[in-house]
């Protein structure tokens, strides 16, 4: 029986959880993450704040996509119509401090930048060798991923509609800018940037959700 995660599941709520699931004890996982006993018993009882590092080597020992662990520390991004622009911008910052504290960048990280780059990829999205990139490398890089979040789910749907006959010249645009972005390895946060390295691709497809809508809207 696996453990079932939401998000009302707190990070200490679901350490333990899986240590009780997989019959491991604090020392044991101390052992095999090399983490000392007494941080995983504070990160379990929330009296100590788990850091990326931490996070990343308790998901390999635990056996969990890093995305669960990700979210029940608070730092995913959901994506939904109803996602609130304020709740998202806030997200940012948030996750932008731990970047910065964590050193894991060396420059300001702002949604305007990921506009940038969607924008050099709309052209690019309308020429054969941008579909053919997009045709051919996407669900490899989907495999890739594997359990990165739920920005996939999205994905995959713009790659199901970016496929469609008879699709106009500004959806392909917008769906090709996001898929084109996701597939090449330029991103303002690196993939291998454990575990945000997937948020500046969750929040491409979060505003190439939010362009698509308005043009439906601009369209009724």
Sequence with gaps: MSTEINGDHNLGLLIKALLKERM??????????????????RIANNKQKATPSHLQLLANHLDVPPAKLIQAAGYNLVLSENNDQSDMYQSIDAIQEILVSSNFLDHEFTVEKIHQELAKYEHFSLTKEGEQKILEEFETKVEEVRGAGPFIIELNKMFKSFREENLSIEKRTILGSVLLYFILSTDIIPDYVFPFGYLDDCLAVQIGLERLSKLEENNV
Aim: proline share 0%; no cysteine; net charge positive.
């Design 24 to 41: 491991l004890s604090m020392r044991k996982l101390s052992a095999l993450t090399g983490i000392d006993t007494a941080t995983i018993s």
